[in-house]
């Protein structure tokens, strides 16, 4: 397995991020392209060969590009967005964008129907392309994620597997949820948190929340999963000590289970 991180959550412009996840000893990070000077608009000609330079230049790769715009998937206009988002990521050599699609039930109503047929369109889209559409596990169980994947037809969504969601939100089981999303998980983060009410929850450092990171890891591991496993803080006075921690964290838990760091 590898590991990654979020850019965004060190709290610094693009290139001084990247320097220092190649100071962490991370292999690939993952950036926002939904806001600010790094949107799919804004990043063509010059702009995307300085990114492109700078990701060299630190000997790192993109594990995911985010391309969450805040709305939902019944949202109509957010079609047209997220693929030029998946073309540009794939001009940055990346072929995972991974976004919320919104809380997912097992109703057939106006609302999950215009989600699945959206999500339809960008999976046939991102499949056209050799690249992946990949929805956060966020507010549903992994069962009810599942059977909405199921019911697409379409290869080209699948999960960015995110456990503390699970803990935190859907109050599921992360490990159990693994197995149960298998065929669809395409990239990972490594989050941690606290379910601490109906509907609050606290997010912490790893290891220090709800998920057993020994079996999820290891679950992982088992189902032949082999990216990244990619650290999001995005709480705390001091990101950068966090994810430092969180890297160390990683490794530690990886050597432990026999797991080669790629």
Same mark, same amino acid.
Do not use: W
């Given at each position: 397995?590898?590991?990654?991180?979020?850019?965004?959550?060190?709290?610094?412009?693009?290139?001084?991020?990247?320097?220092?996840?190649?100071?962490?000893?991370?292999?690939?990070?993952?950036?926002?392209?939904?806001?600010?000077?790094?949107?799919?608009?804004?990043?063509?000609?010059?702009?995307?060969?300085?990114?492109?330079?700078?990701?060299?230049?630190?000997?790192?790769?993109?594990?995911?590009?985010?391309?969450?715009?805040? @709305?939902?998937?019944?949202?109509?206009?957010?079609?047209?967005?997220?693929?030029?988002?998946?073309?540009?990521?794939?001009?940055?050599?990346?072929?995972? @964008?991974?976004?919320?699609?919104?809380?997912?039930?097992?109703?057939?109503?106006?609302?999950?129907?215009?989600?699945?047929?959206?999500?339809?369109?960008?999976?046939?889209?991102?499949?056209?392309?050799?690249?992946?559409?990949?929805?956060?596990?966020?507010?549903?169980?992994? @069962? $009810?994620?599942?059977?909405? =994947?199921?019911?697409?037809?379409?290869?080209?969504?699948? $999960?960015?597997?995110?456990?503390?969601?699970?803990?935190?939100?859907?109050?599921?089981?992360?490990?159990?949820?693994?197995?149960? =999303?298998?065929?669809?998980?395409?990239?990972?983060?490594?989050?941690?948190?606290?379910?601490?009410?109906?509907?609050?929850?606290?997010? @912490?450092?790893?290891?220090?929340?709800?998920?057993?990171?020994?079996?999820?890891?290891?679950?992982?591991?088992?189902?032949?999963?082999?990216?990244?496993?990619?650290?999001?803080?995005?709480?705390?006075?001091?990101?950068?000590?966090?994810?430092?921690?969180? $890297?160390?964290? =990683? *490794?530690?838990?990886?050597?432990?289970?026999?797991? *080669?760091?790629?």
């Amino acid at each position: 397995m590898k590991i990654g991180l979020i850019s965004d959550s060190l709290r610094l412009g693009f290139a001084e991020s990247i320097k220092v996840a190649n100071q962490l000893g991370v292999t690939g990070v993952q950036k926002y392209m939904t806001f600010g000077d790094f949107t799919a608009d804004t990043l063509v000609g010059d702009k995307l060969k300085e990114v492109k330079d700078i990701m060299d230049s630190n000997g790192l790769i993109f594990s995911a590009i985010c391309g969450d715009f805040g @709305v939902d998937l019944d949202d109509e206009y957010v079609v047209d967005d997220s693929k030029r988002v998946l073309e540009t990521a794939k001009e940055l050599g990346c072929n995972i @964008v991974t976004t919320h699609i919104g809380h997912i039930t097992d109703t057939d109503d106006a609302r999950m129907e215009k989600i699945r047929k959206n999500a339809q369109e960008l999976a046939v889209f991102a499949d056209s392309i050799g690249s992946y559409f990949a929805a956060e596990t966020g507010t549903e169980k992994a @069962v $009810v994620m599942k059977s909405f =994947l199921d019911s697409l037809g379409a290869k080209g969504l699948r $999960v960015n597997y995110d456990p503390a969601n699970l803990v935190m939100v859907a109050g599921d089981d992360p490990v159990a949820g693994v197995y149960t =999303l298998r065929d669809y998980i395409v990239h990972t983060h490594a989050k941690d948190g606290i379910k601490t009410g109906e509907k609050t929850f606290l997010e @912490v450092p790893l290891g220090q929340g709800g998920v057993d990171f020994d079996k999820y890891i290891a679950a992982l591991n088992d189902i032949g999963y082999d990216g990244y496993l990619t650290i999001e803080r995005e709480v705390g006075d001091n990101p950068a000590a966090d994810i430092t921690m969180a $890297v160390d964290f =990683l *490794k530690g838990k990886l050597n432990t289970l026999g797991i *080669k760091l790629g």
